[in-house]
């Protein structure tokens, strides 16, 4: 009876430890929730609310945003000179990355895009609806199975030298690599003319396909510097060996870059043109016949929406 009783006892304490630990975490949820209101208003406040009544937004009635891009004839040609293998090698180790140098950047209709861009809340906003890219569908557009969705990167305290990641990416001595390090603007960079010669020569296969992906992040998803392969792109190169996602910081980008060209009225987009406009389709395209192969494990949308024909003659002003 005792020992009875003391297991009652024991069993209200932790009912009541249970109901103490939801009580808890509702009140950390209501927190964290004020914490978002806190900044929802205030960037109401400093921004303006778009969707307010009387609302005057002080941004510029139109972006003359720039979306000048690389020259990408060349990868292409180095790209559909190799064979299956080293394809397949390409596809095992770095998604599909490949489809975005086939993607065309329609500057009429990513001009009338920009238009639609909220820098107070980070979204598109056409009329009453908000449409964002978000990780998950970047993730389905990458198609990478190396990469895991939790694990973000983040640039380490202690970065390595941009000569140092080089050397490890190529594979070439310090000699090689110091000669053809430039400095533009406020960062250092290598040329594409360089890391061409070595993709086309290098006698390692393996390196031959990381030069050039390194290539395609340098030139396509992060074109800072235009003809060359910005340092930045190599600390977060040096990372995916390891599973880090690179989709959070090309979204960060992105967003940045579209915010401070809609804030000034103008500037050049130095995002993954090409991934958003991608994005964009994908929400106005199906696919045809076999409806259900999108969960196919071969499915790619990005190759999708490569084959997939639509009209190139639509003006800007329309």
């Given at each position: 009876m005792a020992s009875?009783?003391?297991?009652?006892?024991?069993s209200r304490f932790g009912y009541q430890i249970e109901e103490f630990s939801m009580e808890k975490g509702f009140l950390d949820r209501v927190k964290d929730n004020a914490a978002v209101q806190v900044w929802f208003e205030k960037t109401q406040r400093e921004k303006g609310d778009?969707?307010?009544?009387?609302?005057?937004?002080?941004l510029w009635d139109f972006t003359r945003i720039n979306v000048t891009q690389n020259d990408l004839r060349e990868l292409r040609e180095i790209w559909n000179s190799w064979n299956d293998e080293i394809k397949q090698l390409f596809y095992c180790n770095y998604g599909d990355l490949p489809y975005l140098l086939d993607i065309k950047v329609d500057k009429y209709l990513f001009r009338a895009l920009a238009q639609f861009w909220n820098p107070a809340y980070s979204c598109f906003t056409f009329g009453g609806v908000d449409l964002v890219p978000t990780v998950e569908e970047y993730m389905a557009l990458l198609n990478c199975p190396r990469i895991q969705a939790d694990r973000a990167y983040s640039r380490p305290v202690n970065v390595p030298p941009f000569l140092k990641k080089l050397m490890s990416i190529t594979g070439m001595s310090e000699q090689w690599v110091a000669a053809r390090i430039k400095q533009k603007g406020d960062s250092k960079c290598i040329p594409w003319g360089n890391l061409r010669d070595l993709i086309l020569a290098h006698p390692d296969l393996k390196k031959r396909v990381d030069v050039?992906?390194?290539?395609?992040?340098?030139?396509v998803v992060f074109p800072k510097?235009?003809?060359h392969v910005d340092e930045a792109v190599s600390d977060l190169f040096d990372r995916l060996d390891k599973g880090t996602t690179p989709v959070p910081a090309i979204l960060a980008e992105t967003f940045r870059s579209l915010s401070a060209c809609r804030r000034a009225g103008e500037g050049r987009f130095i995002g993954c043109a090409q991934l958003l406009l991608a994005w964009f389709h994908s929400h106005f395209w199906k696919v045809e016949k076999i409806s259900y192969r999108v969960f196919s494990r071969d499915y790619s949308p990005l190759r999708e929406l490569v084959v997939t024909s639509r009209r190139d003659d639509i003006s800007e002003e329309k």
């Open positions: 009875h009783h003391k297991k009652g006892i024991d778009s969707l307010a009544e009387g609302y005057e937004s002080e050039f992906a390194l290539s395609i992040y340098g030139l510097a235009l003809g």
